[in-house]
Structures are given as structure tokens and as C-alpha cells.
């Protein structure tokens, strides 16, 4: 069972960040992270929670699928605090360190999309790549941007529901402050509506089905996506579908363990631990 451009890039500066402190806590290890949707740039981004995860979580090879930098925020007025800048620096010491960096830019920073094909700084830019997990199973890595009609033939109407989707963060946040008066946990309007409305959840669903025949059309057995910050892992026809979920709402990135198991992990910024939400071994034991 299933459990639950780059003339605006701000520059980044090298540092001391909170990563140089002392820190106690165990690190998890897999065989590779999947991380997108971070957003850097707006004031939604959990920069910090971001930093508490990237310590306690490492692997070899690291993918960011896109919107990792928000350029369309940016562009209506720069917000660069120093956590921001802390997290491109963490990930830029992790790459001096050895770690194998792939960056796969979505539309929020598809200025990035120019580059693909070449390396900075030993981070590797790409349009979409296959990774190939332990039990030789191929999977497909792309942000996803390209199979959302919205923002693929109209971007107009993709901006004025990222300006929504901003006026629902905003009221969200001031309403889970009321929520921690009465001692209340977190609650999402956003992932309330995706659960609930019905032309959201329709939405979801043709997004999945869509990646998923893609991952079939490139002879690829997964797909790993991010875009739509609804973190999922589930079984398409002979696909499987995983979605990263992000770093504004959720706070879930993908792993893969040296066995070669997948799974989602939440990580709780009050409490500064992961909790594993879904896995591919109990995903196929439900199919």
C-alpha cells in the first residue's frame, strides 16, 4: 500500500555559511537525490529548511529539476536574503567536494535553458537526462514545464496563476500563525484544493499520464519531474511516475537508496526530521 536572463542572476557570493557550524546531526546517505522546485529568489522559499536537509542528507549524484532559481519573481524586484545565497554556495561546495551536480533548468529559470550542453563550475546543465538506477531500471529526469499546456501556450495565463499562487502562500501563512496560537499543526490550501477540486485533480492526473508516456517514448521504465509541487509516486501503466513535490509548500525531495529503492522524503522544519511518505518497492507490492 502506498504511503502516504542571467545579466538579472544574482551573484553569488562565497561566504561563510550556517553549514560551518558544528552540527550533530546524522547524515543519511543514499545512491543519489532528486531535488527541485526550491524557488530562491521569493519569499515562499524555505531557504532554511532547504540547508537542514541538505546536511542531513547527501549522496554522490545530485539532480535539481528546475525552478531551482525563480527569475520571473526576480524580475519584479529582487529579494536575495543570506539563506538564499547559502544554498547555492552549500551546493557549489558539495560539487568542489566530488559530488556529481546535474542541473536540469524549468521555466521559472529557463534562462539556464541556453546553456544545456555545457558545464560551470563542474555542474553539469541539461535539458532532460536519463538516470540509471541500481536494479538497471532507466529513468527519465525532466522538470515538466513542457507538457503543461498553461505554460506551453499560455504564458500570460501561467503568470496570473503564479500570482494566484502567491496571494494563496501569502493567506496561507498568516492563517497557519492563527492555526499555531491555538496549538493547531500546519494545513495547505494549496494541497487542499489540489485534493479537492475537481479540474485540479484532473490536471494532475493528465499531467502524470502525460510524462509518463513520454518516459515510455524515450524506452525509459520512470520518470522523475517536478513543476506542478505535488509530491507523488505512483504506477502509470508499465511507468513508474514520481514527482519531487518542492521547497515553498511541502518540503519533499526523492531518494534512492544503494539497494535501489525510491522514496519521497518530507522533511519537517520544526522538527528538523525526514519522514519517508512513499517508496517503490510498496508501490509495486500495491500494483
Known amino acids: ?54 546536511r542531513c542528507h547527501d549522496a554522490p549524484k545530485i539532480y535539481l529539476i528546475g525552478d531551482i532559481v525563480d527569475f520571473w519573481r526576480i524580475r519584479r524586484g529582487i529579494y536575495w536574503p543570506q539563506p538564499h545565497n547559502d544554498v547555492l554556495q552549500k551546493l557549489l561546495r558539495k560539487v568542489r567536494k566530488g559530488t556529481d551536480l546535474v542541473y536540469i533548468p524549468g521555466n521559472h529559470d529557463e534562462a539556464m535553458r541556453d546553456y544545456c550542453g555545457s558545464q560551470f563550475g563542474g555542474v553539469a546543465i541539461e535539458r532532460q537526462t536519463i538516470h540509471v538506477g541500481a536494479d538497471g531500471r532507466r529513468y527519465l529526469i525532466m522538470h515538466g514545464d513542457e507538457f503543461d499546456v498553461v505554460v506551453r501556450y499560455a504564458k500570460w495565463l501561467a503568470f496570473l496563476g503564479d500570482w494566484s499562487y502567491t496571494m494563496a502562500l501569502w493567506f496561507n501563512t498568516h492563517l497557519n500563525v492563527v492555526r499555531r496560537w491555538f496549538g493547531m499543526p500546519y494545513w495547505s490550501l494549496s494541497a487542499y484544493l489540489k485534493h479537492r477540486v475537481k479540474r485540479a485533480v484532473n490536471y494532475i492526473g493528465e499531467f502524470e499520464t502525460a510524462l509518463s508516456q513520454e518516459a515510455r517514448r524515450h524506452g525509459a521504465q520512470g520518470v522523475i519531474c517536478g513543476h506542478i509541487h505535488h509530491a507523488a509516486m505512483r504506477q502509470v501503466g508499465d511507468v513508474i511516475y514520481i514527482n519531487t513535490g518542492d521547497w515553498v509548500e511541502s518540503c519533499t525531495a526523492v531518494a534512492e537508496t544503494e539497494e535501489g529503492i525510491f522514496e519521497i522524503i518530507r522533511w519537517n522544519p520544526h522538527t528538523g526530521m525526514s519522514t519517508p511518505v512513499d517508496r517503490v518497492e510498496e508501490l509495486e507490492a500495491a500494483a
Open 1 to 54: 500500500m502506498i504511503q502516504n536572463h542571467l545579466n538579472s542572476q544574482p551573484t553569488v557570493l562565497d561566504t561563510p555559511t550556517a553549514d560551518d557550524a558544528p552540527n550533530d546531526a546524522v547524515t543519511r546517505r543514499f545512491r543519489a537525490l532528486f531535488i527541485s522546485d526550491i524557488h530562491l529568489g521569493t519569499k515562499a522559499c524555505q531557504a532554511e529548511a532547504f540547508l537542514d536537509f541538505i
